[in-house]
């Protein structure tokens, strides 16, 4: 049952000031519109003040993040997502919490999906690639083990989907839906979106 499968999806982004637009609001909102139950968490700077919840991103769109961090360090979550921008990426790595959610997340075999700067300041820095395969943003390899695949746009390994950049934001959305829910649901949102065509429509 699709609709049964959909609700027990749940999905952490974590953002901060200086994430990439394009990289944290196309995954939020297919996942969303696919039925995962997103939560937003901001991810603070050491240095800044935790009075609000908004984040300014690399290219200066403001979003409001559901949650602080902290308040759901603890909790399980199907998948974790980070995505990249230099700015939010530097303040991700940097998150002790977070690293450690994220190698209790691999340890436990749960999902996590980064993409562009993030797989290798978050994850590869840390040690969370140690026997993966992965692609990222060119430059933010230097951490990874394995190069064989950096020229492809997502990658998949074991329980961790990568992704290269802004321009492959919505390949990267499509992966994640197809692993945490199924590969229909991925093609069926595909079709809805017109991510591809679908005939009928174009018929006079």
């Known amino acids: 049952n699709i609709s ?3 609700a027990k999806v749940s999905v952490l982004v974590c953002a901060a000031n200086g994430t990439e637009d394009i990289e944290l609001t ?3 909102d297919l996942l969303r519109r696919a039925g995962a139950e997103v939560t937003l968490a901001k991810v603070f700077d050491k240095a800044e003040k935790q009075d609000n919840l908004v984040i300014q991103c690399g290219n200066r769109t403001k979003i409001v993040c559901d949650v602080a961090f902290e ?6 979550f199907t998948c974790i997502l980070v995505p990249g921008g230099l700015g939010g ?3 991700c790595a940097a998150c002790e919490g977070l690293i450690s959610m994220l190698k209790k997340q691999k340890s436990e075999g749960r999902w996590i999906a980064s993409i562009c700067a993030s797989p290798g300041l978050v994850l590869g820095q840390h040690g969370l690639l140690k026997g993966e395969k992965a692609t990222c943003y060119p430059s933010f390899e230097k951490h990874f083990e394995d190069h064989s695949l950096l020229k492809e746009r997502v990658v998949v390994s074991n329980k961790i989907i990568t ?3 802004p321009g492959t934001a919505m390949d990267f959305a499509f992966k994640v839906i ?3 829910m199924s590969k229909e649901v991925a093609e069926d949102w595909k079709k809805k979106i017109q991510y591809v065509q679908v005939s009928q429509f174009w018929m006079m």
């Not at 308040?71 to 399980?76: D, I, L, P, Q, R």
């Open 71 to 76: 308040e759901v360090a603890h909790n399980k």
């Open 178 to 180: 197809e692993h945490l």
């Open 26 to 28: 196309t995954p939020v």
């Open 4 to 6: 049964l499968m959909q």
């Open 89 to 91: 990426a530097k303040i």
């Open 163 to 165: 992704s290269k950049g």
